[in-house]
């Protein structure tokens, strides 16, 4: 009888715990489109390396602002009411590409990336909760993997779908542009701005009624309850930020963290832009490297999350700190081919960073696990600041120049991994970051 109820009561968790797996899908595709979206405004408004690369501040800036509200929904509301706010403010932002690309307007589309990013900070702060709940307990940490494993393909379906439905593979120097009639430029500039129309639209769409299936769908009421803390006496949010603060050894750890997503946004924004300027290749064929970067960056996470049955994962987290420094500098110093391929090779030692830092940064804080996480979310606005901060410097020096930037970064996560006690390990959990 216990056998039945069981799988009864699994068989009822499978239609939801397949709506909320998607979600991982979902917002794989959305950061990875982000890629593609600068090369494609920088050449579609005739943007500097700083302006196209506002895509990833108003991006990031969507997660930085609304990863407190999405938390205080998912505590008030439940995990279900936040899944299902997030998915219409992803939907939202999506639809917004329709008009923004009508009205040739590249300020509306950083409107709509944002408004996406803050459906995605709803939907990352809930999905991995909820995932534990969708099942028995003991199979938890499966249900999870599993569902994470869903986030490198709509990684590379993003940039499938940029690859081929977005970037045209045509572009024209200044003296071409400048050859053309006005009529003829200007035709030019809105057939790339228009290109994002489609891909968008239909993403709005499926992203949509996905919200209708979830809304609709019936969830265990664990789903749909309050999700206070697990465990401990309760502490208020403001109490809690307080002593977080006086943790010195937590507060290094967000700050790792907002360099690492720094480091990783800023590697990936810039990789097409670095090929054209380094070997001349039009944005489509760039943007082969950006499906290379992603194969290096799962099999690092296989091989890495191997090593940490063996070897201590701040060990690990330093050491391949110190190897992307090298891999950065060998970037800058030498251009070319062989530097972008350092860039492509630094991406299967970032694999195990930011998981790394979450899991090291949290262990031992107890109550207070929650707060914490969502500071560290909140952390991720490093990917707004120091792309714009590469951009700026590109716009000044040179792409190449940008990367030491990046280097900087791997610095200071080095700093940290070797500065961290030997028992601070914590159970490192692979996430889609």
């Known amino acids: 009888m216990t056998s039945e109820t069981a799988t009864g009561r699994g068989l009822k968790s499978l239609w939801p715990l397949i709506l909320i797996t998607s979600l991982f899908f979902f917002w794989g595709v959305a ?50 009411t936040a899944v299902v706010v997030g ?44 995932i534990t709940v969708l099942g028995s307990p003991d199979k938890a940490a499966f249900r999870l993997n599993l569902a994470q494993s869903f986030n490198p393909l709509g990684a590379l379906s993003g940039i499938f779908i940029g690859q081929h439905f977005i970037l045209s593979g045509i572009e024209h120097d200044e003296t071409a542009l400048a050859a ?11 057939s790339e701005v228009k290109a994002v129309q489609g891909p968008y639209l239909v993403i709005g769409c499926v992203v949509l009624l996905w919200a209708l299936l979830v809304f609709l769908s019936k969830f265990p009421a664990a789903a749909t309850q309050n999700a206070h803390e697990d465990s401990g006496e309760e502490v208020g949010f403001f109490q809690s930020v307080v002593q977080l603060l006086q943790r010195p050894r937590f507060m290094f750890g967000v700050m790792a963290q907002f360099f ?30 950006l499906y290379y970067t992603l194969i290096a960056f799962a099999v690092g996470r296989f091989i890495g999350t191997g090593l940490m049955t063996k070897v201590r994962p701040t060990l690990i ?7 992307n420094i090298g891999l950065m500098l060998y970037a800058v110093v030498t251009g070319g081919e062989n530097g972008l391929w350092a860039l492509v090779a630094s991406s299967f030692f970032m694999s195990i960073m930011f998981p ?78």
């Open 180 to 190: 053309m009639t006005d009529a003829a430029r200007q035709a030019f500039y809105i």
């Open 260 to 289: 690492y997503v720094g480091a990783q946004v800023g590697i990936w924004s810039y990789m097409i832009r670095y090929a054209q300027a380094e070997m001349g290749l039009t944005d489509k064929v760039a943007a082969t490297y």
């Open 31 to 80: 950061n990875n489109l982000n890629d593609v979206l600068i090369p494609q405004f920088k050449k579609a408004f005739v943007l500097t390396d700083l302006q196209s690369g506002l895509v990833q501040s108003a991006f990031y800036m969507g997660y930085f602002l609304l990863a407190l509200p999405a938390a205080f929904v998912m505590r008030k509301l439940g995990y279900k």
């Open 317 to 323: 987290l330093g050491l391949f700190a110190l190897i």
């Open 356 to 433: 790394t830092i979450f899991a090291t940064s949290v262990a031992g804080l107890g109550n207070l696990t929650k707060t914490g996480s969502s500071l560290l979310v909140m952390s991720i606005v490093g990917g707004a600041v120091l792309t714009a901060v590469m951009g700026f410097i590109s716009d000044h020096s040179h792409i190449r120049t940008a990367f030491v930037v990046t280097a900087a970064c791997f610095a200071v996560i080095a700093l940290y991994a070797f500065r961290a006690p030997k028992d601070a390990t914590g159970p490192v959990q692979m996430t889609g970051h």
């Open 87 to 130: 998915l219409l403010l992803y939907a939202t932002g999506a639809f917004i590409f329709y008009p923004a690309a009508n009205n040739h307007q590249y300020s509306w589309f950083l409107g709509g990336l944002f408004v996406i990013a803050s459906g995605l900070a709803f939907l990352e702060t809930s999905a991995n909760p909820l």
